[in-house]
């Protein structure tokens, strides 16, 4: 072993020592004063900069966290995020300048020790990191992280002694944490390695007092474990555990044991959230305002007329929202319109959720759904505020549109990205209208066992990132239904309860969805979802005042209400019922107190009615007068509103136009809070806090987005992204690593949803795509390849190869990049040099020939887009044959572009409706009479970004009499960047040598920066720029492979394959050839083989890894219970011990803004 390094280091942790009370010294001269300017810049750059940090924005993070330490140079805290950043970056040299740099201004400080000693592990030096770690365990012998890794590294150095301490090390823990299933596990192995009998047995049999909950697989190893641990020699006990260990993996209570000691990889380590010397911001929630009032005040436009029931609707997603009041004959807008209510023979007046406000037909106007005893009626805004009456056009029956209802509901129920409407029925399980996307409804049924219903909640309970529903029943029977994903719901058990009121909201701010109910005794009470027990758990907040027996009927027609009407930050519970409102304000501690004035009137909506930041109360006085209850804040508190809006151009419609089902999480400085979204405006209270650091917005499909530094006290536009999905190739070029087009996995993903029943049958898993020779050059005698996961998918990675193609020059070489019905044959295509079209032009007749001439970057783009990503109008490009193209033996049409592809939950929505499905290119030809006819039907499509496709027209072109014109034809968004023909050359040589990989090695590497040329141009990945390292996407659930040497599982087609996540890296070096001889040129194919399983919310099990993918297997209907029943890994079970050793789960990116 090298000492010098160690024994260097020794001597600096003992000057670290001596100058810790010099640095203590220094601190104190350039610190900004808490009351300065600089002291509150300093808090907001420090917030914001962890916020980035945390939420994957990592070029803010590093601009923000830099600042830092030039506004508090003296100040740790900067030194040290600043550092992790680049920690996390693999930039290792400004990490450890920037660590040593925090370390020396905290030197007493262990997580910064532990930070020195992840870098030094990162780097592969095993005695500096144990030098350090030692020192942190010394300065925090708390910190369980920083022993596990001290046990972890000093196992790994090696040497005499060093398994003795490792166990002795995770010891240390279990005495700290005797329940700490992680390291109980590690320690029996490092037992059994060490052959010491007598704490195997003590350990197992620890183990053995936590099995009864785990599944039947794991008893069983644990027994086989139990078994060996008895043998004289215990050695062979350690392999026991380790298999042992990685079906525990699965296990919930052993994560979170695990996450208390190891941070994910993908994170590192957690940044620091309080300043180190300064002064921290509060992570509380301000004191509430009790001494607000409430001032009530008539509904003037209302006149004299009697009105049952009042509320408020935002018209245009902005603004103040307008004032609706209704009775049993019509609905009034404030101002506006006059709109018939249908109640039915008697007038019988709207329930509590007879009014609807919604965007049914994404024109980002609300329209209104009325429900009532005398059916159900939909109102389409116009311009200027008028309503009409569009019933009729939904083409519901009348069983349905004239059916009795207690109440509508907004929901995107078949996750297609169109807000369906529940509705609630006077009997029998409430009808779902299924939202066509074309102005059209269907009915479905997917609330199996729910009764009539009083009330209906949308939002993710389970924590899996999918809206599930709750409903309330009228005898106050309430039922939770958990999204299976697909349309299809599961019911939960609760507790059994009687309920009398419905809300949704994070009350305890620990970033889960709660369900917040009123109790028929009187007990409001939270119900949280634990997953990793599958219970309820259930907390009383407040209790409401006993109702009389007299007036128990308007109880069951009470409301519950969920606000931060006074904004200190902390959300507030109201409870209405009779004529009266009651408040429980939330404090610092998250505990309620009754405010003391009651709001009197009864509660149907809350909005900000006068726009000064401050919630009002929509309600009823004395049964039925409207009135504004207008709130009067007395420490004026900021606040913020979010707008989310979906895309409003054409060619998206993924997301409803204003979010309802996604959810808003705000951070300002340490004070956290998360809403539903429900409409389009979305209130938060900020205390004493001026700036909002970072709002994460998670729309309803799933997909992130953060909008940062959003000042107090106004309201800021969230808008949503587009998505695209691929696997990206990068090369080295002798010059950098450059991306060359998307590449194998490409072929259709497993389980993709074509509509709402039908999957789309998988026929291709190998793939071939061409590299130019001036894309890949030698780099210390090999080719570098790298595959990298961008998006939000699950790759089944079974084979690589690289194909050399020498071909004399003036020839090219091809390979047919596209997909189709029948899979294009694999092999290279070799052509004279191709060359243009004597003429080109679109549908309408417009020329663009120079457009097609040449492989360029500029891409035809004249047909404009469609309702949905992926799709627009039927259009075509017509080509004219140049003189020259020969009429007999091989001729090709080569054409390069891109595809813009639909989704899963794009084809759900789209079979929906009744507009033309995507249909692939065709090609058609002109005949003599001047007509046009279809010779090539269902030619595909290109695979992805930077495709080249071949149709062969040799038998369609060589007639002397035939026109000399064809034309490429689809409905898809299909963007040609160049369209050529070539004579074929069969019969020329070319010599090709296959090379498999000489070295195959998966890592973490984290999202490349994106870019694009132009509107029509395809969004590209940046290798040298990463976007950020943490977890974007919410990961599907299960084994990945470990990162590592992996060669051997590519070895060959046999359903062993890499399995890899979003954010890693596959890197193939493959052995370089000679120079290529004179007058020959080169290229190369990569050929893959694989799998692709996309995270769309309609794509089947898209939620785990599983079912896991085999050859020759065409459909995926099916998924296993456990990982052993799936017959890829029964037969080849030991590559789930010695490589898909790693369980990922989506809570980093759950849990993003929350401190760990």
Not at 402 to 418: E, I, P, Q, S
Not at 744 to 765: C, D, H, K, M, Y
Not at 789 to 799: F, I, M, P, R, S
């Amino acid at each position: 072993m090298n000492l010098k390094a160690p024994l260097k280091l020794a001597l600096i942790l003992c000057l670290a020592c001596l100058t810790s009370f010099a640095s203590a010294c220094r601190r104190g001269a350039t610190v900004p004063d808490k009351s300065s300017t600089e002291y509150r810049e300093l808090v907001s750059t420090f917030y914001i900069g962890v916020a980035a940090l945390q939420v994957g924005d990592d070029a803010r993070a590093e601009q923000k966290l830099k600042r830092v330490t030039e506004l508090a140079p003296t100040e740790p805290a900067g030194w040290a995020d600043w550092g992790l950043l680049a920690l996390r970056r693999r930039e290792y040299e400004a990490a450890e300048q920037r660590l040593e740099k925090a370390r020396e201004l905290a030197p007493q400080n262990g997580q910064l020790y532990f930070l020195r000693g992840l870098l030094e592990s990162s780097r592969g030096k095993s005695a500096e990191a144990m030098a350090y770690l030692r020192r942190s365990v010394e300065l925090s012998p708390k910190d369980l992280k920083a022993l596990y890794l001290l046990a972890s590294e000093t196992e790994r150095a090696g040497g005499e002694g060093s398994d003795a301490e490792a166990q002795s090390q995770l010891e240390k823990i279990l005495a700290a944490e005797p329940n700490a299933l992680a390291p109980l596990v590690e320690v029996a192995r490092l037992a059994a390695k060490r052959g010491d009998s007598e704490t195997l047995k003590r350990t197992v049999a620890r183990l053995g007092e936590r099995a009864n909950a785990w599944p039947p697989e794991t008893r069983a190893q644990l027994d086989a474990l139990r078994e060996a641990a008895n043998a004289p020699d215990t050695r062979a006990a350690a392999t026991r555990v380790a298999f042992l260990r990685n079906l525990l993996l699965s296990d919930a209570e052993y994560r979170r044991s695990l996450n208390a000691v190891k941070t994910p990889p993908e994170i590192i380590a957690e940044p620091f959230t309080r300043f180190l010397t300064l002064e921290s911001p509060p992570s509380t929630p301000a004191p509430p305002d009790e001494q607000m009032t409430f001032n009530p005040e008539p509904v003037s436009e209302a006149g004299t007329e009697k009105w049952n029931w009042c509320g408020a609707v935002s018209l245009n997603g902005e603004g103040t929202p307008a004032l609706l009041y209704a009775n049993g004959r019509e609905v009034q807008i404030a101002g506006g319109a006059k709109l018939s209510f249908p109640g039915g023979k008697t007038d019988t007046p709207p329930l509590q959720h007879g009014v609807l406000g919604l965007d049914y037909n994404y024109d980002f106007k609300t329209d209104l759904a009325l429900a009532g005893a005398g059916g159900f009626r939909l109102y389409k805004q116009e311009d200027a505020g008028a309503f009409t009456d569009v019933t009729a056009q939904t083409r519901l029956p009348a069983s349905i549109a004239n059916a009795a209802y207690t109440g509508a509901w907004a929901a995107d129920v078949d996750l297609d990205g169109d807000l369906d409407i529940v509705l609630g029925a006077d009997k029998g399980a409430p009808p779902v209208l299924q939202n066509n996307g074309d102005g059209t409804f269907k009915e479905i049924r997917p609330f199996e066992g729910a009764g009539a219903l009083k009330d209906f909640a949308w939002a993710d309970l389970d924590g899996d990132g999918v809206p599930d529903a709750a409903t309330l029943d009228q005898e106050g029977k309430l039922r939770p239904y958990f999204n299976e994903r697909g349309g299809q719901f599961r019911q939960a058990a609760l507790p059994e309860m009687q309920v009398w009121a419905l809300s949704i909201a994070d009350l305890d701010n620990d970033g889960s969805l709660d369900l917040v109910v009123l109790q028929a005794n009187d007990s409001v009470t939270r119900l949280t979802y634990r997953e990793a027990v599958g219970t309820w758990e259930s907390t009383e907040i407040t209790r409401v005042s006993h109702l009389p027996d007299n007036v128990y009927p308007e109880a069951q027609m009470s409301n519950l209400a969920v606000a931060d009407i006074d904004n200190n930050g902390q959300l507030d519970v109201m409870w209405s019922a009779l004529s009266f409102t009651d408040v429980w304000l939330g404090d610092q501690k998250g505990a309620y107190k009754r405010l003391g004035q009651q709001a009197e009137a009864r509660l149907f909506a809350i909005a900000d009615l006068d726009g000064d930041g401050r919630l009002d109360l929509i309600g009823l006085k004395g049964y039925d007068k409207p009135v504004r209850v207008i709130n009067r804040g007395t420490k004026n508190y900021h606040w913020q509103v979010i707008r989310p809006r979906a895309q409003e151009t054409a060619g998206d419609q993924r997301v409803n136009s204003f979010g309802v089902g996604g959810e808003i999480e705000i951070r300002a400085g340490l004070l956290t809070q998360k809403q539903v979204i429900t409409g389009p405006l979305v209130h938060f209270g900020l205390g004493t806090q001026e700036q909002t650091d970072v709002a994460r917005v998670i729309w309803p499909n799933g997909f992130p987005h953060a909008e940062f530094e959003l000042k107090a006290d106004q309201a800021v536009l969230a808008e949503q992204r587009l998505k695209g999905s691929c696997p990206s190739l990068f090369a080295y070029d002798g010059e950098e690593m450059r991306f060359v087009k998307d590449c194998a996995p490409w072929s259709p993903a497993i389980g993709l949803r074509i509509n709402a029943s039908q999957t789309l049958e998988v026929t291709q898993t190998e793939e071939w795509v061409k590299i130019r020779g001036d894309q890949l050059a030698p780099r210390e005698g090999s080719y570098d390849l790298r595959i990298t996961a961008e998006l939000w998918e699950t790759y089944y990675l079974d084979h690589y190869a690289l194909l050399a193609v020498d071909h004399p020059r003036g020839t090219d070489i091809y390979v047919d990049e596209r997909t189709a019905r029948v899979a294009p044959e694999l092999k290279v295509y070799t052509v004279a040099t191709p060359q243009p079209f004597a003429h080109a032009s679109d549908e309408q007749g417009k020329d663009v020939t120079e457009v097609v001439r040449a492989l360029d970057g500029k891409y035809l783009d004249t047909f404009g887009r469609g309702a949905y990503q992926g799709i627009t109008r039927d259009h075509y490009v017509e080509l004219t044959l140049s003189e020259d193209a020969p009429r007999d033996g091989q001729l090709w049409l080569i054409a390069h572009g891109w595809l813009h592809p639909t989704d899963a939950s794009i084809n759900v929505a789209i079979s929906q409706a009744l507009s033309e499905p995507p249909h692939d290119l065709s090609l058609e030809v002109q005949d003599k009479a001047g007509g046009w006819r279809i010779v090539q039907p269902h030619l595909g499509f290109p695979s992805g970004k930077n495709k080249t496709i071949l149709i062969d027209l040799s038998k369609v072109m060589k007639t002397a009499a035939a026109p000399r014109r064809l034309r490429l034809r689809t409905n898809m968004e299909i963007y040609w960047d160049a369209l050529a023909w070539a004579s074929g050359r069969p019969e020329t040589e070319v010599k090709t040598e296959r090379l498999e990989p000489a070295t195959a090695e998966l890592r973490y590497r984290g999202f490349s920066e994106m870019s694009r040329a132009g509107r029509s141009a395809p969004e590209t990945p940046d290798y040298q720029r990463l976007a950020d390292t943490t977890q974007r996407w919410s990961d599907l659930e299960g084994y990945y492979t470990r990162f590592g040497d992996v060669r051997e599982l590519l070895e060959k087609v046999d359903d062993r394959y890499v399995i890899a996540n979003a954010g890693d890296e596959l890197r193939l070096r493959f052995q370089a050839l000679p120079p290529v001889a004179d007058g020959w040129e080169r290229d190369y194919v990569l050929i893959g083989n694989g799998w692709i399983k996309d995270g769309d919310y309609n794509s089947m099990f898209s939620k785990t890894v599983l079912p896991l993918p085999s050859l020759g297997q065409r459909y995926y209907t099916t998924l296993p219970a456990r990982l052993e029943d799936d017959p890829v890994y029964q037969r080849h079970k030991q590559d789930w011990q010695d490589y898909h050793t790693r369980y990922v789960t989506p809570q980093s990116f759950r849990n993003a803004l929350r401190a760990r």
